[in-house]
């Protein structure tokens, strides 16, 4: 990796409290695009929360959230996907009696026509060798199915930081090498996939 690369994302002295407990306790952290990272630590270790204030669920306390050198208060989600940054989160957000068309173009930003959204998603799945039939109703799927849902969705918005909070805890072993084959593609696009696992 290229030393004089600037950084994507860089975090600062990143702190969160909550009643009767410390969360973050001045945690720093950076990447550069392309590059592939885990966050790893026990159960209560904090990184749901990290990850949360670096997509705009929550704010720190204290600390700086840097992107591209630039330091941003990253409001909500809406602020951090305009800004290119991606979530895919490990409870999915799905509704079981809608397809998989339905399901992606209620999570979209911007009111796409349906025929206009579902040549996206071909086009995203062609790219990162992901299968699914847009319109299975939900309910058919299996987990991994339903994950990859999640991750169209994420992709749609050709984001510059992609994160993925514990992509493998609930897939197959197959299920898992397919994950890391699209992860893989997406760091030649120059994709950036800060991970973590239980």
């Known amino acids: ?5 600037p950084f994507r994302l860089e975090l600062r002295g990143i702190t969160k409290r909550f009643p009767g ?13 392309g590059e592939i990272h885990a966050l790893l630590g026990e159960n209560g270790a904090g990184k749901s929360t990290l990850v949360k204030m670096i997509y705009g669920i929550m704010q720190p306390d204290a600390g700086d959230i840097r992107w591209d ?9 809406k602020m951090a996907r305009k800004l290119g940054i991606g979530m895919v989160f490990q409870h999915f957000s799905l509704f079981e009696a809608m397809t998989v068309l339905e399901n992606i173009a209620l999570g979209m930003d911007a009111k796409i026509p349906a025929r206009e959204l579902e040549a996206s998603i071909r086009k995203v799945m062609d790219q990162y060798g992901l299968v699914l039939d847009p319109h299975r109703v939900v309910s058919t799927l299996s987990v991994g199915e339903r994950q990859r ?3 169209v969705r994420a992709l749609l918005l050709d984001p510059k930081l992609l994160i993925m909070d514990e992509p493998t805890s609930v897939l197959t072993p197959q299920e898992v090498e397919q994950l890391f084959d699209v992860l893989r593609k997406a760091r030649h696009r120059g994709l950036l996939h800060p991970l973590y696992f239980p």
Not at 1 to 5: E, H, K, L, Q, Y
């Open 1 to 5: 990796m290229d030393a004089s690369r």
């Open 21 to 33: 407990v410390v969360a973050n306790d001045k945690v720093s952290f950076s990447v550069k695009p």
């Open 69 to 77: 050198g630039q330091k941003v208060v990253m409001t909500n989600p």
């Open 149 to 151: 849902i999640e991750i």
